[in-house]
């Protein structure tokens, strides 16, 4: 089992809709998560992170963690086409080095 | 704005060489780490450092090793480079600590290809 598990997509949504990402993780241990985004050609960059049970909300995107299902998510209201990237889910313990990573959620924006 | 700057955009090597990917960061970040980036793989840990001199195994560390002499700078070593060593690798750094210290900040990468 891979410690930080997303569907690899394609998800594809038009123009306005919500975009909803996924992500597992096995390591119960971990208590900080991540959602980065990176564009074809570039490197990742942190869009959000969450530490407690519930949502946290930032402009169009929400991230939501329930650590009893060991179940992390994102979700980009009112897509847009330049939110087209892929989503990398990122996991880490709590004063540990280790960032773990999804393999990424490639999302398109349909205009 | 931090700056994690990678020595190379592209790099192209021969089987056996040795090669040096070099990476620089201009905040003061104690901790850095060498990833590698596969399709369907995503990013996987190759070594880190949590200060000067410091290294530890990642996921991933078979056929490379580490150097770091001086705060600001992380090299990775492929000791002989080797075809399956062909792909993307993204240094990173960050901050010690927990909370907002835990973003980690990337260059734009090298891609080496291993002929």
């Known amino acids: 089992q891979k410690e930080v598990e997303q569907n690899s997509g394609p998800l594809s949504v038009p123009e306005g809709a919500i975009a909803s990402l996924n992500c597992t993780y096995s390591d119960r241990g971990s208590q900080s998560f991540f959602w980065y985004r990176q564009y074809s050609g570039k490197s990742p960059e942190l869009i959000m992170s969450i530490y407690s049970n519930g949502d946290k909300e930032d402009g169009r995107f929400t991230a939501q963690l329930n650590k009893a299902s060991q179940y992390v998510s994102l979700l980009i209201r009112d897509s847009q086409p330049s939110d087209s990237a892929t989503y990398l889910c990122a996991v880490q313990r709590t004063g540990g080095f280790k960032t773990i990573f999804g393999a990424g959620t490639r999302l398109f924006v349909k205009a | 704005d931090v700056k994690v700057t990678q020595s190379s955009r592209y790099l192209v090597k021969r089987t056996g060489e040795k090669v040096f990917l070099e990476c620089v960061q201009d905040?003061?970040?104690?901790?850095m780490f060498w990833y590698r980036q596969d399709p369907g793989l995503g990013l996987r840990l190759i070594y880190f450092s949590y200060d000067v001199k410091m290294k530890e195994k990642g996921d991933i560390p078979e056929g490379y090793s580490v150097s770091r002499e001086k705060k600001e700078r992380f090299s990775l070593i492929l000791e002989s480079a080797s075809t399956n060593q062909t792909s993307m690798y993204l240094c990173?750094?960050?901050?010690?600590?927990?909370?907002?210290?835990?973003?980690?900040?990337f260059g734009s990468g090298t891609q080496l290809s291993v002929l």
């Open positions: 905040m003061d970040h104690e901790n």
């Open positions: 990173a750094s960050r901050f010690s600590g927990t909370g907002i210290n835990e973003k980690l900040f």
